[in-house]
């Protein structure tokens, strides 16, 4: 995880004539860790004290002057050294308080920048392309200076930096010729040269930045182009000297950004760790556009880890030093302290979930799945699906069945009581990890060739395959939709008992199909035994109207429910009595055996609500009526103590009572048939609610009962009066 | 049967002290008990854990270690002496400077000729045992540090010394010291000395020890190498006791558990090599467990919670039983409350002082169950300290109110109290016979004319109470010529007969007009723990510590039908699976059927003209009785009418205004005036 902490303004800035320039020319570390060294635009160099946003001390030069280049420390003599009118050198202590009387020193050609880093000498970097160290330089100033780059094919220096790596001194600089970019490498001591060329954007736009960082002796060169797009490059250390010409530099891509609409004007990308890169100037993925923020991207795992909204217009400039990120916007130059640990896929992933930073809405690639499993996209992903599969491959030489591949191949063409047959020898074979993955694809491929060939139906392969409980809604969602296309009732029992992932609206979509399913259609059609027995011997119970340890529903009732709207008086006990409604089902077995399904399987209210919706009026009235007649059941306590493994509890068929009045309360409301039914539920609400106020009643009894011991208080002395028998 | 007014007393502030030392003796099942405040207690194991006697503390006398030499009883403690008991007299026989300084340890060797004790100055001294005394030997190698414990080879040629961070053996016969080094807790205790609180030497040469890093460490005593350590607490391991068989041992641990760890082959398999291992925990103290004795069917241990716990090993009963069930004792098997019938005074014994508390009264009335209101409340009328370094080991209080007595090891003191309305005024008889030096039991004659005092090989002198003068009259003695003390001693109210109970569980009846001996009532095999003289009928009943009631009649020297037919028909199992026993025996004056008793868990009223409960009645029948309506009553009835509604009681006594009196002491008021138990972690605090 990365965070951003909060900033604090180190300093304000003068605003510049021109939109595009900045404020800041640079800055540059000093030798203590807290000073910072802000070179502006114009004329002033300024040494601040981070922690206290004070300066220490500024040096500016005469007006007409310009300064050039920002200021740098030179670390080996504690000196600030400046480049001003792109020839005077000027070098001066924090002690010297006017930068006029400083050292001054004029070279023959214009310089680009001083560059200068902690264990190594300052460098200085002509435009013409040329490296000096600045001891030399300044002991014969007027030296000639040789050209590297040539004028008249105007080549000029985009970016550089200076490297210190082990008693190595790099100079890197990025130039520009014709829409080309170039990576020069300057090796010190001793001096070599290479030049790489950067691979084209397809765009031809120009990177907006540069940053370079050292690591496990390789240079890592990160550029950020306008489209987003963040490339790493790696340059070795140790690298091919002598190699001649101009080579090529790979690149990789490590992030894609979001840029919104267009693209990036001003941004800058920094590295911050080998895992960890800070982007400002672009805008939030799930912002508006417009505004710019700076954020940190784990580019291990493409996930936001962190932003700030920056206020005012960024230049696309961002210094890193220390833990604290520099960025002037607007107004201000504001220093933002960050911290990155070590990044975890978990970590990463508890971001992503969270709502508005909805990385996978952009054009961020992010490895689905679903396309690793399946195969969609032929690059790297696919590699390890091949080595599994080889794998797996020589697993099975020995074995005389068909491979996962070519069972596949077997789906695309075979009929169905072949790939029946062959299904089922891979499963029964097939061990659980390499399972989870063919058992996937091999579902996905069967119901990718179903719904094409509409004649081809694979119920068996696919009710084995899910009976390897490896399958999931998410991995193959349209399976349950196709089994209902199909009227496999079967199978969509067994998704809906062992898919744990079933969204709501496919919930609502069986259910649908459920109610309106003739129960002539149903009955005939094998489900699970469990259930089934579950069902015939509820229904059987009321048939008997048999009560166990002579409990008497007939207590129950009329405790329970209004009386006046009870359509069955418990007083009538008599069989033939027409208002009998509620002793019989009101649909059909195996229907009730489905619909038991739905209501166990798990869903979350306010995203079922609006699917339930769909239901017409006389669906919610069967249904309810077939609620109505499972809570009367269980009520009478006759078949809660049945040991099956699955059965809807009472709270569920509550659950379900409550949802389906709450989705279509109004209509019922209006139905006149739905009267005798809504008056019966309200007693049933009754019933519950004067239920759980009887319990509430026990529990404060048995409180008293608790408190009554205790509270006998005993003095040291009391007369008191008992009775013997 | 009737209603009650019950005075219900709780301010009786009783408080047990704490036990400090233990010595079981296997061949006469006596433990010998050393508490907090020099007192020594004597348990019959044999007989129901019944205290047969108790040696009443002093305040120089400091108890550490307690052992048994044959039926000799020794004790030693930190004031430097050595002390043997007359268990005859209830006395210290002599006490033996034994110029060590503070001494740790006492402990015999199994031939029991010598005894050695561990010394402050860090020496071990040897002393002979001989007939009527001890006499110094020599002292082993003196060594830097105090000797904290101490533990003889069988043989008695080793000893094992439990010091400060190491174990000393010692070998008579070479001279040789062996040390063997015990390292010291983890963490902050690291800078601490660890004390062996405890070692035991086995005969095959174990040592096993207990020390304050909380370690139980097994030694190969031939080599002088540690076998095994076992961390069983974080605080300290107090004190061991090993079985007659060497085949377990227990410890006690500050956080009031009792560990047993038991030398058995680890596994199945290899049976022939048997090592320690930790086997079983009890917990069944709050406090340090200071004192441990394991005998032949259960552990005993007691310390800083005051009570002892007798905890029986399941493994030992074939079946659950009364015998296999835990026992706590809490309260002393006597009485400390006396009261004045007449008067409707209560006097409170304490080792230190006595009170005397006039009760309360109220008139109103009320319906059972109902707490009437005070119209006075009861009022302290006395503070009795006591004189001179001994604890009081017994008093009395005359039925009228009129006169008080008390008697330490050293002298009886007799008061004469008069109470005018309010005021109260005592005086001191000054002169009391020169006999009369000390007493094991006191009883003023109901008429209070006489004082009864126990005296040594079971007499009793007879002392004429008048308001000019007090008068040495006669000693009655009994023709046994046990030379046991008496602990039980009761008149009649007609001023005719007396009782006296021993420890050799002979009951001897006077006839205190002629002074002279009546009759002995037949022994019987348990030692009597309460008795009363009928007031109307001169019936003696007797109830035994093994729960069993007696009713002799003195008139006719025999048992009466009454208790002929109780031993027939013989007492519910219920009530004979009790634990604790009857320790007052009381009568209604209005009621002559009735006789009251009580123990420490209930109060009984037995009516002899109901009939006798049989085994198939239902026992705690109370309740019962209650929800029958008056017609079905009579045929439910038995004999034993038992309320339990008073617990933890210390007396239980009907005034002649036929109100009853319940002294109840609270454990949880006795626990909550202990010392703060070690710190112990618990889960979700």
Known sequence: MATLFEGFTLCGLVQTQSASDSAIQGIELDGDSDHAVVTDST???????????????????????????????????????????????????????????????????????VHSAPGGEPVVLFQRGAVRLLDSLLSAP?????????????????????????????????????????????????????????????????????????????????????????????????????????????????????????ELGAASAVALDEAHVAVVGMPHPSARTGKDFLCIWNTNFQTLQADKEMVGRICGQVWCYLGKLFVPHGKALSVIPYECQKSSLASALGKLRHPGIAVSKSSVAIPSWNTLLHGDQPQGPTKIVDSRKSKLRRKSQSAPALTVDQVLELIKTGPVEEVRREVEALVSRGDAQDLQLSVG????????????????????????????????????????????????????????????????????????????????????????????????????????????????????????????????????????????????????????????????????????????????????????????????????????????????????????????????????????????????????????????????????????????????????????????? | MGEFKVHRVRFFDYMPTAIRAMAFNAHTERLALGRMDGSVEIFNFADHYFQEKVIPGKDSRSIEALCWVGGRLFSAGLNGEITEYDLENLRPKYSLEAYGGPIWTITSNSQGAHLAIGCEDGTVKLFEVLEESIQFERNLDRQKG?????????????IAAGMMDMIRVFDAVSMLTTVLLVDRGFGGSKSRETVVWSVVFLSDCTIISGDSAGKVQVWDGHTGTLVKTHLVTKWDVLALSVSKDESSVVVGTSEGTVIQFQFIAPTLQQQQDKEWVRTRTFKNHTHDVRALAEIETAIVSGGMDTQLVVRPLLEKFDERSHAS?????????????????????????????????????????????????????????????????????????????????????????????????????????????KILRSAHQLCFSSDSSKLFAASSQSSVLVIALSQSEC???????????????????????????????????????????????????????????????????????????????????????????????????????????????????????????????????MFCIIDQSLPLPDQKTQFYNQMTLRSLSEQERPSHLHAFKICKTFQDLLSVSLLDDQSLVMVERPLLAITSQLPAPVRQKKFAT
Request: net charge neutral; proline share 6%; hydrophobic share 35%.
């Open chain 1, 43 to 113: 004329r002033a160099v300024t040494l601040y004290k981070v922690s206290d946003q004070k300066p220490l001390g500024s040096w500016t030069v005469k007006q007409g002057q310009l300064l050039t280049c920002p200021a740098v420390f030179n670390f080996q003599t504690n000196e600030y050294v400046v480049v001003s009118d792109n020839k005077v050198i000027r070098v001066w202590k924090e002690e010297d308080l006017h930068l006029d009387k400083a050292f001054k020193a004029t070279v023959s050609a214009d310089v680009w920048r």
């Open chain 1, 142 to 262: 007027q030296q000639p200076i040789e050209d590297i780059l040539s004028e008249e094919e105007k080549e000029v220096i985009r970016w550089s930096t200076n490297i210190v790596a082990e008693k190595q001194h790099f100079v890197l600089f990025t130039t520009e010729q014709k829409g080309e970019h170039f990576l020069y490498v300057q090796r010190l001591n001793p001096n070599t040269l290479q030049k790489y060329r950067l691979e084209r954007e397809d765009s031809r736009a120009p990177p907006l930045s540069f940053s370079a960082s050292l690591r496990d002796k390789h240079i890592n060169l990160l550029y950020l182009y306008p489209n987003g797009c963040v490339y790493q490059s790696v340059v070795a250390v140790q690298g091919p000297v002598g190699l001649e010409g101009v080579q090529a530099l790979p690149r990789s891509l490590r992030l894609r950004l979001p840029v919104g609409e267009g």
């Open chain 1, 441 to 725: 694809r091999l579902a996905c491929q069967l119901v990718a060739r179903s719904q094409v060939e509409t004649a081809f139906y694979a119920p068996g392969a696919l009710a084995r395959l899910v009976k390897t409980q490896c399958l999931c809604h998410s991995m193959c969602p349209d399976l349950l939709l196709l089994a209902l296309e199909h009227k496999d009732y079967f199978l969509c029992q067994l998704c809906l008992q062992l898919f744990p992932d079933i969204p709501e609206v496919v919930t609502c979509a069986c259910l649908k199909t459920f109610i309106g399913v003739p129960d002539d259609d149903v009955e005939m059609v094998s489900l699970e035994p469990d259930s089934v027995s579950f069902m015939e011997g509820l229904v059987a119970a009321g048939a008997r109207g048999g009560q166990q340890n002579g409990f008497s529903p007939a207590l129950f009732e009329e405790d329970s429910c209004d009386p006046h709207h009870q359509p069955k008086p418990p007083q009538h006990q008599d069989k033939k009595n027409p208002t009998l409604q509620l002793e019989v089902c009101p649909v059909g077995l195996r229907k009730a055996v489905l619909l038991n399904e739905v209501l166990q399987t798990p869903y979350s209210d306010n995203l079922l609500v609006p699917h339930l919706k769909d239901l017409n009026a006389p669906q919610v009235i069967l249904f309810l009526q077939y609620l109505q007649f499972i809570y009367l059941k269980y009520s009478q306590d006759v078949y809660t103590q049945t040991p099956v493994l699955r059965s809807p509890t009472m709270t569920q068929i509550i659950d379900w009572v409550c949802l389906l009045l709450d989705a279509h309360f109004t209509v019922l409301v209006m139905a006149p048939d739905a009267k005798g039914l809504l008056s019966n539920l309200q007693s049933f609400v009754k019933s519950q609610v004067k239920l759980f106020s009887e319990l509430g009643k026990i529990e404060g009894s048995l409180q008293e009962l608790h408190k009554m011991k205790p509270s006998k208080d005993i003095s040291q002395y009391s007369i008191e009066v008992i009775e013997l028998f």
């Open chain 2, 146 to 158: 105090r000797i904290i414990s101490l533990s003889w080879h069988p043989s008695g040629t080793q």
């Open chain 2, 325 to 433: 069930a835990l026992r706590k004792i809490q309260f002393p098997h006597r009485n400390l409350v006396f009261c004045a019938k007449k008067a409707g005074l209560l006097l409170f014994q304490f080792p230190g002082q006595l009170e005397l508390w006039r009760l309360g009264e109220s008139d109103g009335h009320g319906k059972p169950g109902d707490s009437l209101p005070l119209k006075r409340k009861p009022e302290k009328l006395l503070h009795l300290k006591r004189k001179g370094e001994d604890h009081i080991c017994c008093s009395a209080l005359s039925s009228c109110g009129g006169w008080l007595a008390y008697s330490t090891m050293s002298s009886v003191r007799l008061y004469r109290l008069q109470t005018d309305n309010n005021d109260i005024s005592i005086t001191k008889v000054p002169k009391l016979p």
């Open chain 2, 471 to 601: 008068k040495y009259v006669h000693t009655l003695k009994p023709k046994s010529g046990s030379r046991q003390p008496i602990h039980l001693m009761t008149n009649s109210v007609d001023g005719k007969w007396l009782a006296t109970a021993n420890s050799d569980c002979e009951i001897h009846v006077y006839n205190v007009q002629k002074l002279k001996l009546h009759c002995i009532v037949p022994v019987y095999g348990s030692c009597p723990s309460a008795m009363g003289i009928h007031p109307t009928t001169n019936n003696l009943t007797m109830v035994h510590a093994d729960q069993q009631i007696f009713e002799y009649s003195i008139v006719e020297k025999q048992y009466t039908d009454w208790s002929r037919k109780l031993q027939k028909q013989g007492l519910h199992n219920l009530w004979l699976d009790r634990d604790t026993p009857v320790t007052h025996v009381t009568f209604n004056p209005k009621n002559p059927e009735q006789i009251l008793l009580h123990d420490m868990h």
